[in-house]
């Protein structure tokens, strides 16, 4: 997909899934998992893209959608490439890692300390239901201020 080599990050992200001898695989079938704009199975070590959901998604957020197809692939290459190591959970903290590879892809630098904060604050309002696995930034004291943080660029989400 030229959307993936269009971006260094990605293209990276290309080259960790072959290493790790996964496959990616466009899910055109609008009936199932709709909820999901992308998701990596670890027996397969496949990644399925929902370019309708992803779509959905770009237009709601205001990113063109191939692009935005190839910052979803950083994503779930992220997971896969947890699977291949044998530290993957399903945790805040894995969609945490993730959410960093789509900002990498996005402004091609590592996120501040406040970007994290930021990032970790939306992976709670968007995995509720996941265990937290690992806090980023310790303790609760450091929890609350990344909350205030968010509240205050609010207009950011
Ligand atoms: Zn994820």
Known sequence: MQAISDNPV????????????????????????FDAIGQTNPAARLI??????????????????????????????????????????????????AYKMESLFQNWTRPSLDARRMIWHEVGEDYPHLPVGKNPFGGLRAQRSAGTLCLLNNDQH
Do not use: C
């Not at 990605?10 to 609008?30: E, P, V």
């Open 10 to 33: 990605s293209m990276a992200s290309y080259a960790s899934m072959q290493r790790a001898g996964g496959d990616l695989q466009f899910n055109f079938n609008l009936g199932v998992r």
């Open 48 to 97: 399925q893209l929902y370019p309708a959901a992803i779509s959905a998604e770009a237009k709601r957020l205001g990113y063109a959608p191939l692009t935005y197809a190839a910052r979803v692939f950083t994503h779930e290459v992220d997971h896969l490439m947890d699977m291949h190591r044998g530290v993957w959970q399903n945790t805040r903290y894995a969609e945490f890692q």
